[in-house]
């Protein structure tokens, strides 16, 4: 059976985005890029929401991101990659296939094939579905020395 990991960043206090979806708290330089890149040699299906999917989309497929962190940017750009959505029609980025139906009946599928070892890359809303339905086999978390929201 294949494994379902969730990897995100968060903050000290329990955050993993701001208002709007920001998350220009989050400092990523060397070392986080190295363990990113190690996370992605292990050939995982990546997995997103339409949200996170929008943001990773737009970056990773940049100039800006192939100069700066061009290995993590090469593994982000080649790997297999599925994006769960109702909303969009079509996907831009290289090696990206939608799923417009059920997300947690899919991963089931995606599991019990036991082919390939999937991991969440942000996306709450899919991360929540899949703790809910008791799918997640690992949580990675990447803890950012900030604390955001209302009153800080």
């Known amino acids: 059976m294949a494994t379902v990991s969730v990897f ?8 993993y985005k701001g208002i709007k979806n920001d998350i220009s708290w989050h400092q990523h330089g060397d070392e986080e890029a190295g363990f990113s890149e190690e996370n992605l040699k292990r ?3 990546l997995l997103f929401g339409r949200v996170t999917y929008e943001l990773m989309a737009g970056y990773w497929s940049t100039k800006a991101a192939k100069q700066g962190f061009t ?6 750009n080649n790997a297999e990659k599925i994006v769960f959505s109702r ?17 947690v009946d899919e991963i089931h599928r995606l599991k ?10 942000g996306s709450g809303s899919l991360a ?5 339905a008791g799918l997640i086999d690992e949580y990675q978390l ?10 800080i």
């Not at 290995?71 to 982000?76: E, R």
């Not at 019990?112 to 890359?121: D, E, F, P, V």
């Open 8 to 15: 995100n960043f968060m903050t000290l206090n329990g955050f």
């Open 43 to 45: 050939g995982s299906i």
């Open 71 to 76: 290995k993590l940017a090469d593994g982000m």
């Open 87 to 103: 909303t969009l029609t079509a996907t831009n980025w290289e090696n990206t296939r939608l799923v417009r139906h059920e997300a």
């Open 112 to 121: 019990a094939s036991g082919k390939k070892n999937m991991t969440i890359l």
């Open 128 to 132: 929540s579905q899949c703790a809910d």
């Open 142 to 151: 990447m803890i950012d020395p900030v604390a955001i929201g209302e009153g």
